[in-house]
């Protein structure tokens, strides 16, 4: 099974920051990697699928990047409403599985 | 504009079997997506559960697959869910998700395991 480790489990940021997150799969996975976006108390919200595709109506301050077994999440100019949990998933291969997520809080 | 709703109990007891129900508006279940489960724990990650085709094919997670049923009615609009022998690790938020990208997502339901 292939494993997701999301670096760093949480990050302190103010606006206006870029803020990077990074997911390292524990093998090769080509760029089939989703990133998804949590409010507190809401469902997730799909972000960015096939590592850079932005999904309809997603912010272009998000922006994926990645292949193999690296991928990185950046926002640039963070903004009041992007403060969240953010996931990323892979689904190379069964059992998709998902990162531990990213929590970002203000500063 | 394809719409998920969870429902079922929201009190399971130990050793008993989960169910929960997604009723979905907007697209027919019985339509080319693949239906998917996700839970969450309390202040936790996100598990992949598994994902089922109008056509009974169903793909799990190995963790679960011994006690899991997933299932389509294709007559109701609904996508099912049970999960038997629960224990308090069962404990989580239940999210039904349109396809495999899990592009759209129910608002979840909290399932708690306790007697």
């Known amino acids: 099974d292939v494993q997701m480790t999301q670096s760093p489990s949480s990050l302190s940021v103010s606006i206006g920051d870029r803020v990077t997150i990074t997911c390292q799969a524990s093998?090769?996975?080509?760029?089939?990697l989703s990133w998804f976006q949590q409010k507190p108390g809401k469902a997730p919200k799909l972000l960015i699928s096939g590592t850079s595709t932005l999904q309809t109506g997603v912010s272009s301050r998000f922006s994926g990047s990645g292949s193999g077994t690296i991928f990185t999440l950046a926002i640039n100019s963070l903004q009041p409403e992007d403060l969240a949990t953010y996931h990323c998933?892979?689904?190379?291969?069964?059992?998709?599985?998902f990162g531990q997520g990213t929590k970002l809080e203000i500063k | 504009q394809v719409q998920l709703q969870e429902s079922g109990p929201g009190l399971v007891k130990p050793s008993g079997t989960l169910s929960v129900t997604c009723n979905v508006s907007?697209?027919?279940?019985?339509?080319?997506?693949?239906w998917s489960w996700v839970r969450q724990p309390p202040g936790g990650g996100l598990e992949w559960i598994g994902e089922v085709f109008h056509t009974g094919t169903i793909y799990s997670n190995p963790s679960l697959r011994t006690r899991l049923t997933l299932s389509i009615d294709g007559s109701q609009n609904q996508v099912s869910l049970r999960l038997a022998s629960v224990t308090a690790a069962d404990t989580a938020i239940y999210y039904c998700?349109?396809?495999?990208?899990?592009?759209?997502w129910g608002p979840g339901i909290l399932v708690t395991v306790s007697s």
């Open positions: 998933q892979h689904y190379y291969s069964l059992p998709y599985s």
């Open positions: 907007g697209v027919s279940v019985s339509s080319t997506y693949w």
């Open positions: 998700a349109l396809d495999s990208g899990l592009t759209e």
């Open positions: 093998q090769d996975i080509n760029r089939d």
